[in-house]
């Protein structure tokens, strides 16, 4: 029996476990498989990879009636299963060890579709490592991988990750250009949620480099591109992005409104992890709005979850929110306190970028508090760690306030030192304010032991760097309140396209109701004057007195009447005004359609009964009954085919 023979269409949970109960033997490898993929709970995919490691191993499960290569297939599958979890629960020495017994299997095979989500995972696990070189490698096996399976989808997903670690690098020129290219391959696929993640990745990079306008128009085609994909977490994330973006123009009701709505979303769809994230971006937003009581609630709350579920990442970054939170509220004791428990999580579970972060919190809260050998110490653990990464901004920040912490110890030559080694770094990354802060610190450090040629050097080059970021900045303001004022002319004017967009569809309601409302007029009509017509052939017929001649210009009259050309083109005029395209449509894509059959057809889009159309038209139910035989004929439907569906879709 092959996999695909038992594989199920409808991948929903529910769906997959009801399967599961009723499968025996190695059918249940299979749905085993596709609930370890489907299911965003970490835990639970954990629990059934575990299962399936163990099924693999049982010689009594039957799976030695796979095939080698479905019994590694699956394992494999497991294996990244297991590695995913255990990098949430923080194990990076295991996660790498079973990512490549997971990529030996892969390769064994020549399983191309595993491969590539095992590279993808490895690419991961080293981001989250900080080891962006060994990242950006395993991404690039992974879109290589991709070019030669001819598999569009995951060479632009590819890009994206690539992109992003470039991005995090610090190498911002090579990383939009990455990014763009991965848009442009993903926009000629059918796959709306990974162009949306790509468009993610996009509009986060324009937000760094403070280009907002383009950054927030984006980010919303990205959120449009996961609601016309169904991605419920995709759309969720991007609210949360939109508000971070709407946090950067000072926006911040506005902000709080779009965390909202991605909170409400991931409850909705029972995504407990992102409604955790979600609400640690609320938080950093209650800190920028100075409800720090409220912003401690909800980190604390996170922490709690995360600690739960044995979460060490998050627990590590909650803790670092909740010392920051702190901090702000001037309580330092339990700043230090969150951030020294940060800090040793972070090194058990290997999370060298997050414990740079911790180590410059803590030298910089430290520094404010006075405590410059303290801070010292904390900034000279941080820069080694820093190196490993190679971003140049970041180091050239390690180094800058390494040698401030120097000059407020008095100790001016080797401040002068870490200033020199900080402005060769900042220089490479380009960075213009910090290369000015370095200029103003060596003038002054200069200046205090007596050497003033050196002091007026780099006083005149903070001095011009000044004048130059201030024109910049001033641009820059400039350029924001532009993007502010457009941002706000493009809300008014969907706001009033809104608003005309209800008028005419209330309109349209309207003339819908009308026209169904003419249609009954004129079946009613032609129902009363049928019995008076009745009545009178009757009367004719009876020759009780009566003027016959008389009697028959009466029912001919009636005819007439029934048959009133100027009553149906009044009618089809107002159907035309409902549905222009309608009847023109039809006729050219099936040119055979009679007169009375295309108004047959525009009868039954008004769902009118067989016995109300019969009355408009002045014919029999069986006469009608014909036509619309012979419409079905014309238009090749089968006998199972709707009528009524099948012209309501043109």
């Known amino acids: ?80 299963i297991r590695a995913a979890h255990l990098m949430e629960v923080g194990d990076p020495e295991t996660v790498l060890a079973l990512l490549n017994e997971a990529l030996e299997l892969d390769k064994k095979h020549y399983e191309a579709d595993g491969r590539m989500k095992t590279l993808e995972a490895l690419g991961t696990a080293m981001i989250r490592l900080a080891k962006f070189d060994d990242a950006v490698a395993y991404f690039s096996d992974w879109r290589k991988l991709a070019r030669e399976t001819d598999s569009p989808i995951r060479e632009g997903a590819a890009e994206r990750c690539i992109a992003d670690t470039l991005d995090r690098k610090g190498e911002h020129d090579q990383a939009m250009e990455m990014i763009r290219k991965a848009i442009a391959r993903l926009a000629t696929t059918s796959d709306l949620a990974e162009l949306g993640r790509a468009k993610m990745s996009l509009g986060d990079m324009l937000s760094r480099r403070g280009d907002y306008s383009e950054a927030l128009d984006t980010k919303s085609e990205a959120l449009a591109h996961f609601c016309a994909a169904g991605d419920a977490k995709g759309e969720a994330r991007m609210y949360t992005r939109i508000g971070l973006q709407k946090e950067l123009a000072g926006e911040y009701d506005t902000a709080l409104e779009f965390h909202l709505k991605a909170i409400r979303l991931h409850q909705k769809s029972g995504y407990e992890v992102g409604e955790s994230e979600a609400c640690g971006s609320l938080a950093v937003l209650y800190g920028k709005m100075g409800k720090y009581a409220e912003a401690i609630d909800l980190i604390t709350q996170n922490l709690t979850f995360a600690r739960a579920k044995g979460y060490r990442f998050p627990e590590c970054n909650n803790l670092i929110n909740l010392g920051l939170a702190y901090s702000l509220t001037g309580d330092l004791a339990r700043a230090f306190a969150s951030l020294e428990e940060a800090l040793t999580i972070a090194r058990e579970i290997g999370a060298r970028q997050a414990e740079f972060h911790i180590l410059t919190c803590i030298a910089s809260r430290h520094g404010m508090a006075g405590n410059f050998q303290r801070s010292l110490d904390y900034n000279l653990q941080a820069l080694p760690l820093m190196k490993e990464t190679g971003h140049q901004l970041q180091i050239a920040t390690c180094l800058y306030n390494i040698g401030l912490a120097h000059s407020n110890l008095g100790e001016l030559p080797t401040a002068i030192t870490r200033f020199q080694q900080a402005l060769v770094e900042a220089e490479k990354s380009g960075e213009k304010q910090r290369i000015n802060d370095i200029h103003y610190n060596l003038a002054a450090s200069f200046e205090q032991i007596g050497e003033n040629g050196k002091a007026l050097q780099h006083f005149k080059l903070y001095s011009s760097g000044k004048d130059e970021i201030f024109n910049h900045e001033s641009d820059e303001r400039i350029q924001r309140m532009q993007t502010l004022h457009q941002v706000e002319q493009s809300e008014r004017e969907r706001e009033i396209y809104r608003l005309k967009s209800e008028k005419l569809q209330a309109e349209l309601e309207g003339q819908k109701k009308e026209l169904t409302a003419k249609a009954m007029y004129l079946s009613q009509k032609n129902e009363a004057l049928i019995r008076i017509k009745k009545e009178l052939i009757r009367l004719t017929k009876s020759g009780a007195g009566h003027d016959k001649s008389s009697l028959k210009k009466i029912v001919g009259d009636i005819d007439d009447s029934m048959e009133d050309a100027q ?60 036509y619309r035989y012979r419409i079905r004929k014309k238009l090749g439907l089968g006998s199972k085919d709707n009528l009524s569906s099948f012209l309501a879709k043109l």
Not at 18 to 25: E, F, I, M, T, V
Not at 582 to 611: D, G, H, R
């Open 1 to 80: 029996m092959t996999t695909a023979k038992f594989k199920k269409e409808d991948k929903s949970i529910g769906s997959l476990l009801k399967a599961l109960r009723a499968a025996r033997g190695v059918e249940r490898f299979a749905i085993y498989f596709d609930l370890m993929e489907s299911d965003d709970d970490a835990e639970a995919a954990r629990a059934r990879a575990d299962e399936v490691l163990a099924l693999l191993d049982d010689p009594m499960s039957g799976a030695m009636r796979l095939s080698q290569n479905e019994r590694d297939r699956y394992r494999a599958a497991a294996l990244r």
């Open 567 to 626: 009553n149906w083109e009044a009618f089809e005029a107002q159907f035309h005004s409902v549905h222009p395209e309608f009847v023109k449509t039809l006729s050219a894509q099936y040119p055979k359609l009679s007169p009375t059959e295309l108004k047959v057809c525009a009868l039954i889009m008004l769902n009118l009964s067989s016995k109300e159309s019969a009355r408009i038209l002045n014919v029999s139910a069986r006469s009608l009954g014909e």
